[in-house]
């Protein structure tokens, strides 16, 4: 039996772009990965960044146990803690505080557009400090939002942009804009 890739209880600092990358940049998708136990600080760009380039089909990704500070510090454009192009996605006891770094308004966690995104979960997961808690843009569907907590944003605690969604719950959050 062969074993998903694992990082486990690492720290990153004061990373010149992407703290962690998955990216399809061969060609060939990046499936069951699972990252855990990671403290991110300082990161040039997004804190995780995971691209599926060549359209063929990321599936089944794990984040969980992971702490992420301070994203985008160098970049100029919008950095995410978290940006999701999977389909079978779970985000899971993840801590996300950054501010508004060098380029602007930040989101914690981006579905972002151009590959579709369906039947992930997001649970307990607290954002604090960033322009967007939850970003769906583009045609996602069945994503789950429970256990969120946002405090301190100056955006949106979930935002979905464009059309062809379907299936979204958000259950048991709590958001404090002005707190934090």
Same mark, same amino acid.
């Given at each position: 039996?062969?074993?998903?890739?694992?990082?486990?209880?690492?720290?990153?600092?004061?990373?010149?772009? =992407?703290?962690?990358?998955?990216?399809? +940049?061969?060609?060939?998708?990046?499936?069951? &990965?699972?990252?855990?136990?990671?403290?991110?600080?300082?990161?040039?760009?997004?804190?995780?960044?995971?691209?599926?380039?060549?359209?063929?089909?990321?599936?089944?990704?794990?984040? *969980?146990?992971?702490?992420?500070?301070?994203?985008?510090?160098?970049?100029?454009?919008? !950095?995410?803690?978290?940006?999701? *192009? =999977?389909?079978?996605?779970?985000?899971?006891?993840?801590?996300?505080?950054? %501010?508004?770094?060098?380029?602007?308004?930040?989101?914690? &966690?981006?579905?972002?557009?151009?590959?579709?995104?369906?039947?992930?979960?997001?649970?307990? #997961? =607290?954002?604090?400090?960033? +322009? $967007?808690?939850?970003?769906?843009?583009?045609?996602?569907? $069945?994503? !789950? #939002?429970?256990?969120?907590?946002?405090?301190?944003?100056?955006?949106?605690? #979930?935002?979905?942009?464009?059309?062809?969604? +379907?299936?979204?719950?958000?259950?048991? %959050? =709590? &958001?404090?804009?002005? +707190?934090?």
């Amino acid at each position: 039996m062969k074993l998903p890739p694992m990082s486990n209880e690492v720290t990153i600092r004061n990373a010149k772009i =992407y703290a962690n990358g998955i990216q399809d +940049s061969d060609g060939q998708p990046k499936s069951n &990965i699972t990252l855990s136990n990671l403290d991110i600080e300082n990161t040039g760009s997004d804190g995780i960044d995971t691209k599926e380039a060549s359209g063929d089909g990321n599936q089944n990704l794990v984040i *969980r146990d992971i702490n992420i500070n301070e994203v985008g510090i160098l970049d100029t454009g919008t !950095a995410n803690g978290i940006d999701i *192009r =999977y389909t079978g996605a779970t985000i899971e006891r993840v801590n996300l505080v950054s %501010g508004p770094g060098a380029g602007g308004p930040r989101t914690a &966690i981006a579905f972002r557009p151009g590959d579709r995104v369906d039947n992930a979960t997001v649970s307990d #997961v =607290y954002v604090r400090g960033f +322009s $967007n808690g939850v970003q769906m843009q583009g045609q996602h569907s $069945n994503i !789950a #939002v429970s256990d969120f907590k946002v405090q301190g944003h100056w955006g949106n605690a #979930v935002r979905i942009l464009g059309s062809n969604h +379907s299936g979204h719950t958000l259950s048991a %959050g =709590y &958001i404090d804009p002005t +707190s934090g």
